[in-house]
């Protein structure tokens, strides 16, 4: 299954995303790569 993401750089240079479909699905982490693989586990 492919869900869309949204990916963003906050003010304190973390990577944030989020799962648009998914009510409360959000992650972030230090890097693009760490950010989405924590969104996979939570999806």
């Known amino acids: ?3 869309p993401v ?3 750089v906050d003010e304190d240079g973390w ?3 989020s799962c648009p479909t998914i009510p ?3 992650s972030q982490g ?3 790569e760490e950010a989405l693989a924590y969104i ?3 999806i």
């Open 15 to 17: 990577f944030v995303v």
């Open 40 to 42: 996979r586990e939570a």
């Open 30 to 32: 230090r890097t693009e």
């Open 1 to 3: 299954m492919k869900l």
């Open 6 to 8: 949204t990916l963003y």
């Open 24 to 26: 409360g699905c959000a």
